[in-house]
T-cell receptor
Framework: GENVEQHPSTLSVQEGDSAVIKCTYS??????FPWYKQELGKRPQLIID?????GEKKDQRIAVTLNKTAKHFSLHITETQPEDSAVYFC?????????????FGTGTKLQVIP | NAGVTQTPKFQVLKTGQSMTLQCAQD?????MSWYRQDPGMGLRLIHY???????DQGEVPNGYNVSRSTTEDFPLRLLSAAPSQTSVYFC???????????FGPGTRLTVT
């Protein structure tokens, strides 16, 4: 089955610095890669996603890159702010017709130090 | 729109008891799914549905049943609760399998 590895498990950065979180996946058929942010005690919320036919996507301070050959994708947060502190999860999803396989990474706890 | 709602927010069960976790969405999403979240393990897919009358197993389906009689509702049933089912359960919905999933607020379940 699909295996998603997420690194690092914890990350501390100074406010204003950049943060990068990387995920690798094993199933080359996976075709959708979302990133979720989860604050303590809250539900996961989508922050950005990318499909397998795209190499990079940006939304203000957040970007995601996908390398299909190497089977890895990364989340980049620039100019970090204290409110970026949360746990971030990646996911690799294979969706085809009525079939779906969803595998989440184990999460990265990001701490932005003011 | 209320989005995705879940009840109850908290539940304590004794081993062997049964219960149903409720999930509803008002966005007319076809896809609905149930996840459990355990410390250090991310979210794991239990069951999912791609439309009314259609359900399928995810990564960790054992001990759980689902049904989808309407587009709006997707209840998760625990027939005989076990301590290993202590977890936070999230329901999610989306337009399709490769679109953004909207998560409910979660149900924290403890089985003693």
């Amino acid at each position: 089955g699909e295996n998603v590895e997420q690194h690092p498990s914890t990350l501390s950065v100074q406010e204003g610095d950049s943060a990068v979180i990387k995920c690798t996946y094993s199933d080359s058929a996976s075709n959708y890669f979302p990133w979720y942010k989860q604050e303590l005690g809250k539900r996961p919320q989508l922050i950005i996603d990318i499909r397998s036919n795209v190499g990079e996507k940006k939304d203000q301070r957040i970007a995601v890159t996908l390398n299909k050959t190497a089977k890895h994708f990364s989340l980049h947060i620039t100019e970090t702010q204290p409110e970026d502190s949360a746990v971030y999860f990646c996911a690799a999803i294979l969706s085809s017709g009525g079939y779906q396989k969803v595998t989440f990474g184990t999460g990265t706890k990001l701490q932005v130090i003011p | 729109n209320a989005g995705v709602t879940q009840t109850p927010k908290f539940q304590v069960l004794k081993t062997g008891q049964s219960m149903t976790l409720q999930c509803a969405q008002d966005m007319n999403h076809e896809y609905m799914s149930w996840y459990r979240q355990d410390p250090g393990m991310g979210l794991r897919l239990i069951h999912y549905s791609v439309g009314a009358g259609i359900t399928d197993q995810g990564e960790v389906p054992n001990g759980y049943n689902v049904s989808r009689s309407t587009t709006e509702d997707f209840p998760l049933r625990l027939l005989s609760a076990a301590p290993s089912q202590t977890s936070v359960y999230f329901c999610a919905s989306s337009y399709s399998g490769s679109e953004s999933k909207y998560f409910g607020p979660g149900t924290r379940l403890t089985v003693t």
